[in-house]
C-alpha cells in the first residue's frame, strides 16, 4: 500500500473515531455510574441532528454556533426521563432489565416525535464543503471540525469529572454507590445529572454528525448499537478506554472498507465488539491496566 | 424550515377526495399502494404519492371512473419490502381495494409482485425500473419506468462524446441500482469506457470515504453512482472531500430529486438520469404540471409524472373493459399503446417498458436543467467537471 | 387456582382450528402474525423468563431459520416443511457453541453480546450474496394458500406451550428459576449451571427459528432487512412481559393482546404508532412490571380469600 494512502486511511479513521468517543462517552457515563444501559441513546444524537438540521435551515448559521442547543435539549430530555421516568423504578434486582426496557419505550417517543417534528426524510446541514489539503493529503473540513469540537468537549468533560465537587460526586457514586452515599454525596441528584449529561453527549455528538452525514429519524437505533460496540471495545467505565476503542473502531471500518467491502466494513464493529466482548471481557483498556 | 404541510396536505386531499366523490355518484373505487412516507426512499417516493394524488382529484372532477367516484388508500411501506408485502396483502383482504398501483422502488415492488400476482389483481409498477421482475413469467404485473439499463445512455453519451476512458462504478446493494450497474457493463464497451471500479455499498451506509479513497487512486475520468438521494449526496459530497478529480460525475436517482441542492456548491456540474422533464412536449405535460404546482406548490418530478400516467394507463384499461375485471385490464394493458405525460407507454409480451425513453439532466448554478438527448434539451452540458480545488 | 382449565383449552383449540372456516383471509393473515410474535415469545420467555438471561438476539435464530427455508427451497428445492425443520435443527446445532461462548457473560453484557450477533448475521447474509442473494434478497415460489401455514403455526404455539408447561413443573425448571434467582447460590447448592443455562439456551433457539422459516414462507422473499426486523425482537419481549415473563400464558396472552391492539394503533394512529407503543411500555413497566398474569392471579386470590388488605399484603408485592 502506497504509504499516502495509508496515511489517509489513517486520517480517516482518526476524525471519524473523534465523533465515535463522543458517543461512547455518554454511554459510558450512564452505564459506569446508574448500571443503566440506555438504549434510547442513538435517538438522542439523531433528534439533536434534527434539531440543528431544522434551526440551520432557519436561519443557516454556523452549526457550532447551534451546539450548545442541541446539547442543552437533549441535557434537557436526559434530566427530566431521569427523574420522572427511570427514577421510579424499584431499584431491585431486575433493575437492569426493566430500566433498560423503559429506555427502549422513551426510544420510541424520541423517535415518533422527531418524525412529527421534522419529517422522514434525510437531512444533512453543509456548511463545511470540501477539505483542506496537506500535500497529498485531504483533511474533510466538517470531519475536522468535528474531531475538533469534540476533542474540546471531551477535555472539558475530563476537567468537570476530575476538578469539580460535582465531577467528583458522579465518578464516587460510580465506583462504590454506598461508599459515596456515605460521604454525603445525594444518590437522586447525582444520578439525574449523569443521565442528563450523558444525553448531553449525545447530542454534542449528533449536532457534529449532521454535519458530516445525512441522517434520519430512523437511524437512531443504528447509532446506539454503534455507541455500545465502541464501548464494550474501549472497557466499561474507563475514559481513555472509550476514546481507545474509537479510535480502533474508526480505523477499522476504513481500512475494511478499503480492503475488503463496504458490507463488511458496516459490519466490522459488532465483529470487534463480540471478540472483544469474549475474550477481553475488560475491554481492551482492561488489558493494558493489568 | 421545510415546509410542514404534510398534516394539513393529507387532511386536504382527503377532504378534496371525499368533496370529489360527493360531487360524482355511486360507491367509491378503491385504488390501493403502498408509499415510502419514511426510510431512504422518503424523499423520492413522496413525489410519486403527489402524482397519484393529483390524478384521483383530477379524475373525480371528471365525474370519476365509470361515473364512480375513486379513492386512493395508501400505507407507509417504511421503504421496506418486508412492510410493503404486509401492506398488498392488507389492501387486498382487508380493506378490499379494487384496484392496485405499485410502490416506491424495484426492491419493493419486486417483493409485492409476487402478492399481486398470487391473488391475480393486476398491477402497474411505476417506480421498478428493474427489467428483470417482469422477465419471471407474471401475467398480472406491469412496467410503468424506464428501464434501468437506459437510465444511463446519456451520461455514456456524453462521455463517449468527450472521449473519456476510465469509469467508476458504486451501487446500492439493491435490486435497481445492481441492475443499471449490470447494463451499464454490459454496454460500456461500445462506447469505449473501460471499467476500472465496480463495488456495491450496503443500503443505510453513509461513509464512503473508504470506497473513494480507491476511487480516488484510480484516477478515474466518470464517476457513476447507481444511487438513491441520500446516498447519491453522501458520494458527491465525499469525493471532494477526498479529492476524487472526475470529469464526469453521474447519479442514478439522487440527483433528480430537488433535494438533492441542498449541497450547495457541490451539486452543480452532477448529472442525473431523468425520464421526464417539465418542459417535454409529452401530451398533456404543460397542464399537468401546472396543475401539481397549484396543487402542491412545487414542481413535480419524474417520479410524480411517473406514477401520474401509470393511472392514466389503468383509467385507459378499466374504460376500454368496461369493468373491474383484473383479467380483461391485464389484457388491455399489454396491448396498450398510448401517450402519457411521461412519454409514450407500451409493454412487451412478458411485460417490460419498451415505450419510456431517458435523458439526462445537469446541475447547473443550483438549477436543474436537461441537456441531453438534443431533442428535449434545455440547455448544453457543461464538461468537464473544472477541479474541487478552483471551485467556490 | 388455574386460569384455564382444561375446557377453556378445548375450547380455545377448537376455536383456532375453526377459524379459517368463518374468517376473512385477512384475519387468518393476521392470527398467523400473531403467532408467529407467540412463538417468539416463548422463546424468549424460556431463556430470559425462567433463567433471567436478558437476551436481545432472538431475531439472530429467527434470521437464521427464515434464511434456511430461504435457501433450501430456492436452491434446493425442498418442500416448505422440510425447510422449516431444517431451520430449526440448525438453529439448536448453532445455539449450542454459542451458548458456551455467549452465557458466559453477564446480565447486560450477554444481552448487548446477543444484539451484537444479529448484526454480524445479518452483515454475514449481506456479505455472502451468492447463497443468500446478498441486498437482492431471494425470491420464493408464491405460497398457493395460507392455511397450512396458519395451522403449522398454530401448532408451533401449542408445542410451545406445552414445552414450557413441562418445563416449569419440572426439575430442570426449577434449576432455571434457581440461576435466575441468584446464580451463585445455585452453582452452591451444586446446580451445573452450565449444563442448565445451555440446554434453555438450545431449546430457546428452536422457536425463532421456526417461527422465522414459516414467516419467510408468507412472505415469499427474504433479504438482511426482512429477516432480522429489528422491530420483532421488541414486540416479543414486551409481549412476554405484558402477559408476564415466566409464566406458561404469559406470551400467549401479551401476544394476542398486543397483537390487536397494535393492529388497531396501525389502522387508526400511524402516525402516532411508535409514540403510543413507547408509551405503553413506559406505563407497563412503572405500574405493572410483572406482567398480565401475575396480576390476574393476585385479584383472582384476593377476590377468593375474601382478606381485607393489609399492609403485610401490600408488601408481599
Not at chain 1, 12 to 21: A, K, S
Not at chain 2, 66 to 93: C, F, H
Not at chain 2, 189 to 196: C, Q, R
Not at chain 3, 190 to 209: I, L, N, Q, Y
Request: glycine share 12%; charged share 15%.
Amino acid at each position: 500500500m502506497d504509504f499516502n494512502i495509508f496515511l489517509q486511511l489513517v486520517i480517516n479513521g482518526l476524525l471519524v473515531g473523534g465523533v465515535y468517543g463522543l458517543m461512547s462517552l455518554g454511554i459510558n457515563l450512564v452505564w459506569g455510574v446508574m448500571g443503566v444501559i440506555n438504549l434510547a441513546h442513538g435517538d438522542l444524537i439523531m433528534a439533536a441532528g434534527f434539531l440543528v438540521f431544522s434551526l440551520f435551515s432557519r436561519w443557516h448559521m454556523n452549526p457550532m454556533l447551534l451546539l450548545p442547543v442541541g446539547m442543552a435539549m437533549t441535557f434537557l430530555v436526559g434530566m427530566l426521563s431521569q427523574r420522572f421516568l427511570l427514577g421510579r423504578l424499584p431499584q431491585d434486582r431486575g433493575a437492569i432489565k426493566t430500566s433498560l426496557l423503559m429506555t427502549f419505550g422513551i426510544s420510541y417517543v424520541v423517535i415518533n416525535t422527531a418524525q412529527l417534528l421534522w419529517g422522514n426524510e434525510f437531512q444533512t446541514v453543509t456548511f463545511f464543503s470540501g477539505s483542506w489539503s496537506l500535500g497529498e493529503l485531504e483533511f474533510a473540513k466538517a470531519r475536522t471540525v468535528a474531531f475538533l469540537a469534540a476533542s474540546a468537549i471531551t477535555a472539558a468533560l475530563w476537567l468537570f469529572l476530575h476538578g469539580t465537587r460535582y465531577g467528583r460526586a458522579i465518578r464516587a457514586v460510580s465506583q462504590n454507590r454506598d461508599g459515596a452515599a456515605v460521604c454525603g454525596v445525594d444518590q437522586g441528584r447525582v444520578q439525574v445529572a449523569s443521565f442528563g449529561l450523558g444525553a448531553g453527549l449525545a447530542g454534542a455528538a449528533g449536532v457534529l454528525l449532521v454535519m458530516i452525514f445525512a441522517i434520519s429519524p430512523a437511524m437512531g437505533s443504528g447509532y446506539t448499537i454503534r455507541s455500545f460496540a465502541v464501548t464494550v471495545i474501549g472497557g466499561l467505565g474507563s475514559f481513555p478506554g472509550a476514546l481507545l476503542g474509537a479510535m480502533i473502531l474508526g480505523l477499522a471500518e476504513v481500512f475494511t472498507g478499503y480492503m475488503v467491502s463496504a458490507q463488511i466494513a458496516n459490519g466490522v464493529a459488532f465483529i470487534l465488539f463480540l471478540v472483544v466482548l469474549l475474550l477481553f471481557p475488560q475491554g481492551l483498556s482492561g488489558v493494558f491496566r493489568r | 424550515m421545510m415546509k410542514r404541510i404534510r398534516y394539513p396536505l393529507f387532511l386536504g386531499v382527503a377532504l378534496l377526495v371525499f368533496a370529489g366523490s360527493a360531487l360524482a355518484a355511486g360507491s367509491p373505487i378503491l385504488i390501493g399502494t403502498s408509499v415510502s412516507l419514511s426510510g431512504n426512499y422518503a424523499a423520492s417516493a413522496k413525489y410519486g404519492l403527489e402524482g397519484y394524488q393529483l390524478f384521483v382529484d383530477q379524475i373525480n372532477q371528471r365525474g370519476g371512473l365509470m361515473g364512480r367516484p375513486v379513492r386512493l388508500i395508501y400505507y407507509d411501506d417504511r421503504s421496506d419490502a418486508n412492510t410493503g408485502v404486509q401492506l398488498y396483502e392488507k389492501l387486498i383482504t382487508a380493506d378490499k381495494v379494487d384496484l392496485i398501483v405499485g410502490p416506491y422502488s424495484s426492491g419493493v415492488t419486486s417483493a409485492v409482485s409476487t402478492v399481486a400476482e398470487k391473488h391475480k389483481m393486476t398491477m402497474i409498477g411505476p417506480e421498478a425500473a428493474d427489467a428483470k421482475i417482469y422477465m419471471r413469467g407474471y401475467k398480472y404485473n406491469f412496467q410503468g419506468q424506464t428501464q434501468a439499463g437506459r437510465y444511463m445512455i446519456g451520461a455514456l453519451s456524453l462521455a463517449k462524446a468527450n472521449g473519456y476512458k476510465t469509469m467508476a462504478m458504486l451501487a446500492e446493494d439493491t435490486a435497481f441500482p445492481k441492475a443499471v450497474s449490470s447494463e451499464v457493463a454490459k454496454v460500456a464497451k461500445e462506447y469505449g469506457l473501460t471499467i476500472v471500479f465496480n463495488q456495491t455499498y450496503p443500503k443505510g451506509a453513509s461513509d464512503f470515504s473508504a470506497l473513494l479513497t480507491k476511487v480516488k487512486q484510480l484516477n478515474p475520468d466518470v464517476v457513476l453512482a447507481n444511487s438513491y438521494l441520500p446516498d447519491g449526496q453522501g458520494i458527491i459530497r465525499q469525493c471532494r472531500e477526498q479529492g476524487v478529480d472526475a470529469k464526469l460525475y453521474a447519479v442514478a436517482v439522487g440527483a433528480a430529486e430537488p433535494e438533492f441542492g441542498n449541497l450547495g456548491a457541490t451539486a452543480n456540474y452532477v448529472f442525473g438520469a431523468t425520464q421526464w422533464a417539465a418542459n417535454m412536449k409529452t401530451k398533456g405535460n404543460a397542464a399537468f404540471v401546472k396543475a401539481y404546482k397549484e396543487k402542491f406548490g412545487r414542481n413535480p418530478d419524474y417520479h410524480s409524472a411517473a406514477n401520474f400516467a401509470s393511472l392514466q394507463v389503468l383509467e385507459a384499461a378499466v374504460t376500454e373493459t368496461g369493468s373491474i375485471d383484473q383479467d380483461k385490464i391485464a389484457a388491455a394493458i399489454s396491448k396498450l399503446d398510448m401517450d402519457t405525460v411521461y412519454g409514450h407507454f407500451k409493454v412487451d409480451a412478458r411485460g417490460v417498458q419498451v415505450g419510456y425513453a431517458s435523458s439526462l439532466l445537469q446541475w447547473q448554478g443550483g438549477r436543474q436543467l436537461v441537456v441531453w438527448p438534443d431533442a428535449v434539451r434545455e440547455g448544453k452540458p457543461i464538461l468537464p467537471t473544472p477541479p474541487w480545488s478552483e471551485r467556490k | 387456582m388455574k386460569i384455564w382449565s382444561p375446557v377453556s383449552l378445548a375450547a380455545g383449540l377448537l376455536l383456532v382450528i375453526a377459524l379459517p372456516f368463518f374468517a376473512s383471509d385477512y384475519l387468518v393473515g393476521f392470527f398467523f402474525s400473531t403467532f408467529i410474535f407467540v412463538t417468539l415469545a416463548y422463546g424468549w420467555n424460556l431463556i430470559s423468563g425462567y433463567t433471567g438471561y436478558l437476551s436481545f438476539g432472538q431475531i439472530s435464530f429467527f434470521g437464521l431459520g427464515a434464511y434456511t427455508l430461504s435457501i433450501a427451497v430456492f436452491r434446493f428445492h425442498w418442500p416448505w416443511p422440510f425447510g422449516v425443520l431444517a431451520g430449526g435443527a440448525l438453529a439448536a446445532v448453532l445455539a449450542a457453541p454459542l451458548g458456551w461462548l455467549m452465557l458466559r457473560l453477564r446480565g447486560p453484557y450477554f444481552a448487548l453480546g446477543m444484539l451484537g450477533f444479529v448484526q454480524v448475521l445479518s452483515m454475514i447474509a449481506s456479505a455472502w450474496s451468492s447463497v443468500t442473494g446478498g441486498g437482492e434478497g431471494l425470491y420464493l415460489p408464491p405460497t398457493a394458500s395460507l392455511r397450512p401455514l396458519y395451522y403449522t403455526a398454530a401448532a408451533t404455539v401449542f408445542i410451545g406451550m406445552g414445552i414450557t408447561w413441562a418445563i416449569e413443573r419440572s426439575a430442570f425448571g426449577l434449576r432455571l428459576q434457581g440461576i435466575r434467582e441468584d446464580e451463585l447460590a445455585a452453582e452452591a447448592m451444586g446446580v451445573d449451571t452450565t449444563r442448565a443455562k445451555m440446554a434453555a439456551f438450545v431449546v430457546s433457539a428452536v422457536f425463532p427459528a421456526v417461527a422465522g422459516g414459516l414467516y419467510a414462507w408468507r412472505l415469499s422473499y427474504i433479504d438482511p432487512a426482512s429477516a432480522f426486523p429489528g422491530n420483532y425482537e421488541i414486540q416479543s419481549i414486551l409481549m412476554t412481559i405484558f402477559g408476564g415473563a415466566g409464566t406458561i400464558l404469559g406470551p400467549l396472552l401479551g401476544g394476542v393482546a398486543l397483537s390487536v391492539a397494535g393492529e388497531v394503533i396501525w389502522a387508526r394512529f400511524a402516525e402516532l404508532h411508535l409514540l403510543l407503543v413507547g408509551s405503553l411500555i413506559i406505563l407497563v413497566l412503572l405500574f405493572m412490571p410483572e406482567g398480565m398474569i401475575p396480576l390476574i392471579r393476585r385479584t383472582l386470590a384476593r377476590r377468593r380469600s375474601r382478606v381485607p388488605r393489609s399492609p403485610a399484603r401490600k408488601e408481599a408485592r
